[in-house]
């Protein structure tokens, strides 16, 4: 059965301490992950896609990195603007939809 | 561009009542969704249009129905509301259902039924 797993549920970082947040999956043919953060009371706001393993991509503080069981989303020097849920999604087969990971709620202090 | 734009923001229903949220996307999009998001239970996908004239159930789709009116709406239709409806709804569409292309959220409907 096709999953995605997102680990840890929740992490607190201090202001400029980087960390890195995992996507697991295991699927058939994976054709794209997606990395998106969701702030409160909003809808996901899509970061990154990864096509294949070993890609990678960064956007300012992160940066986005897949492999053939996980992706990672790396967070360097993070600010408490930084502070939100990130999601994992993957598409695979020749499926439409998406499997969605439940997130990891990132809290950055000042 | 305002995206995908969801209404209403905030609706609370009595069970049985019916409803339907409306969607609307600005980016000439061809797919469009529907999700609920529950605490716990992640983003569950209702419906998908593939394209216009095309809807597909998804995971959830009981309680549901959807209308994709033109290119550019997709409405959710809850005939006779429930409690195990009270959720957050989101709508998204991409430019398709191919390899790798995302899809952009609506902000939601926190919908609650008593």
């Known amino acids: 059965e096709d999953q995605v797993t997102q680990s840890p549920e929740a992490l607190r970082l201090q202001e400029g301490e980087s960390s890195s947040l995992n996507c697991s999956y295991t699927?058939?043919?994976?054709?794209?992950l997606f990395w998106y953060r969701q702030d409160p009371g909003k809808g996901p706001e899509f970061l990154f896609t990864l096509y294949s393993a070993g890609e990678e991509k960064e956007k300012e503080r992160l940066k986005a990195t897949l492999t053939k069981k996980e992706s990672f989303l790396h967070i360097t020097a993070p600010k408490p603007e930084d502070s939100a849920t990130y999601l994992c999604a993957v598409q695979a087969g020749n499926n439409r939809k998406l499997i969605w990971g439940l997130g990891t709620s990132l809290a950055v202090n000042p | 561009n305002a995206g995908v734009t969801q209404t209403p923001k905030f609706q609370v229903l009595k069970t049985g009542q019916s409803m339907t949220l409306q969607c609307a996307q600005d980016m000439n999009h061809n797919s469009m969704y529907w999700y609920r998001q529950d605490p716990g239970m992640g983003l569950r996908l209702i419906y998908y249009s593939a394209s216009e004239g095309t809807t597909d159930k998804g995971e959830v789709p009981n309680g549901y129905n959807v209308s994709r009116l033109n290119k550019r709406e997709f409405s959710l239709r809850l005939e006779s509301a429930a409690p195990s409806q009270t959720s957050v709804y989101f709508c998204?569409?991409?430019?398709?259902?191919?390899?790798?292309?995302?899809?952009?959220f609506g902000d939601g409907t926190r919908l609650s039924i008593l």
């Open positions: 998204a569409s991409s430019e398709g259902t191919g390899k790798g292309q995302p899809q952009h």
């Open positions: 699927v058939s043919g994976l054709r794209g």
